[in-house]
């Protein structure tokens, strides 16, 4: 497992050691990683592979059963709300009742936030052509996410924290959201956690990617370094059961032959010089390391 | 907190608005009965009882795990719930004591004391109920907390009417001290029912607030 050391630095926005989290069907097992200052990372893994509660714990709404997890350098668990203010977080859902206004909404925030930006606010329901009279119930999905990332980037964020905020968007508007979150990483005091089952979203603005599956962190890794060191091998099906283990993340047999997904491509090059694995793709990856053989 | 107040009452604006038509009804009920000041009290209940479907909106819209992402904590999200409910409880007061006065007017009647007083009384009663449900709400959901207001509001009618049976009968007779305390609470009830109706308040207060902390969201 990548990044296995832990090491708490200001570098990081985030930095989680070691989490587990028992629920009667499902295990957060002993996860670690770090959010990188200044850098967007995905977190990426199918539905009920533990982002959600992931993300649960790093916002301390949930107890956890073990591990430790700083954000902006402070225990996640004893916060200062100076501190909290400065954190923009999107859930699965708009969480605004349905009988609000837009306008209710910012009159909300002003007396909660105390960083709350209304002039800001009211740009970005300009901008995203959010109506400010009409009750979020006759919002669509679109605009409900629209809006409350709109609260989430006015009041002055440095940390965006953000659960599957284009999933069930059309990719107009997983578009247009993903650019806003480009423009917000522009400033390198700012980082997000996005986590996401749209691969293709995390391939376009990530900076790092980490890889949950079934409540373990497969990896946590720069993106680049990613794609260069995976490749996919096609070969013949016989020839599965000459490479080294160690190398294969996956296997994918068909009735023409085999697909290896090939990890530390540098080393397994020196070592087996006939092979040449091609480059490939996040979700390839990801691909063959939940569903292939191993 | 201010704003989660602030949340609570635009979400009540529809009910609200309810409450000033039944107001208007309950005035022409008042003033065609024997007893016009009867169901001045039953506005403070049930404006004090949508303290509990504030609870049932917060829980559709998955709002608490949203909040508490924000610059507030875990206790400062039920303090604005139970200001909220106080606030409420106060404002059904208030509008009961002008439809008294209204009434009053209207049926060129001599107000009295005793109907503000009883005001306070059905304020005081309100207050003590929805401090017994509030941590049950809390614990369990509005939804499965229903039984146990059912529970709550029979169970007090049942033990009077046992107990009122049981004294017809004879089967059980008052001892001499409970007589005493009884007549002596009685008689400082102006001083004993406020400072009763704050323990109990801050009771139900606390208790809500460790279950809360204590809550997976």
Redo the contacts between chains.
């Keep these: 497992m990548l990044n296995k050391e832990y090491k708490a630095t200001v570098k990081d926005a985030i930095a989680i050691r070691n989490l587990s989290k028992r629920y009667k069907d499902f295990t957060l097992d002993n996860i670690s990683f770090n959010v990188p200052k200044g850098t967007i990372m995905g977190f990426v893994g199918e539905n009920g592979a533990g982002k959600t509660t992931t993300i649960?714990a790093i916002?301390?709404?949930?107890?956890t059963d073990g591990g430790e997890i700083s954000v902006l350098g402070y225990d996640s668990k004893s916060m200062p709300?100076?501190v909290?203010?400065q954190?923009g977080?999107v859930?699965d859902?708009?969480?605004?009742?349905?009988?609000?206004t837009a306008r209710?909404t910012n009159?909300?925030?002003?007396?909660?936030?105390?960083n709350w930006d209304e002039s800001c606010f009211m740009r970005y329901l300009d901008r995203f052509k959010l109506p400010e009279k009409k009750i979020i119930k006759e919002f669509s999905r679109g605009m409900k996410m629209k809006l409350t990332i709109s609260i989430a980037l006015s009041h002055n964020s440095k940390l965006l924290?953000l659960d599957e905020p284009t999933s069930g968007l059309d990719p107009m508007v997983r578009d247009e959201i993903l650019d806003i979150f480009l423009e917000f990483i522009q400033d390198e005091e700012h980082t997000i956690l996005l986590s996401s089952h749209i691969i293709s979203d995390i391939e376009k603005i990530a900076d790092y990617v980490t890889f949950i599956h079934d409540g373990r962190i497969i990896f946590s890794e720069s993106k680049d370094i990613l794609i260069y060191q995976y490749g996919l091998l096609h070969c013949r099906k016989e020839e599965v059961d000459n490479i080294d283990k160690a190398y294969v993340a996956g296997i994918r047999e068909n009735s023409f032959g085999a697909e290896v997904m090939i990890r530390n491509r540098d080393e397994f090059l020196r070592r087996y010089r006939g092979y040449n694995p091609e480059r490939t793709s996040l979700e390839e990856i990801m691909l063959f390391i939940s569903r292939g053989r191993r | 907190m201010k704003g989660l107040i602030i949340k609570d009452f635009i979400n009540l604006k529809k009910s609200l608005k309810m409450f000033l038509i039944i107001s208007v009804f309950y005035f022409f009920m008042a003033i065609n009965t024997d007893n016009p000041y009867f169901f001045t009290s039953m506005l403070t209940v049930l404006l004090a009882i949508t303290t509990v479907s504030l609870f049932a909106y917060d829980d559709m819209a998955k709002w608490d795990v949203f909040a508490l992402t924000m610059p507030l904590d875990r206790r400062k999200i039920i303090q604005a719930r139970y200001l909220t409910m106080l606030l409420l409880t106060l404002s059904g007061a208030a509008l009961s004591a002008v439809l008294t006065v209204i009434i009053s007017l209207y049926l060129k009647n001599d107000l009295s004391a005793e109907e503000f007083i009883n005001i306070g009384y059905g304020s005081s009663a309100i207050i003590v109920i929805l401090s017994t449900i509030i941590p049950f709400v809390i614990k369990m959901g509005v939804e499965r907390a229903r039984l146990i207001f059912v529970v709550l509001y029979i169970l007090p009618f049942m033990l009077i009417i046992m107990v009122k049976k049981m004294l017809d009968k004879q089967e059980l007779a008052f001892p001499d001290w409970l007589k005493n305390l009884t007549g002596y609470v009685m008689k400082n009830l102006y001083i004993i029912l406020p400072l009763a109706v704050l323990l109990v308040l801050l009771v139900s207060y606390s208790i809500s607030v460790s279950i809360y902390k204590k809550k997976d969201l």
């Design positions: 649960k916002l301390n709404l949930i107890h709300l100076g909290k203010s954190i977080v859930l859902g708009s969480n605004i009742h349905d009988n609000l209710d009159l909300i925030m002003k007396n909660i936030y105390p924290i």
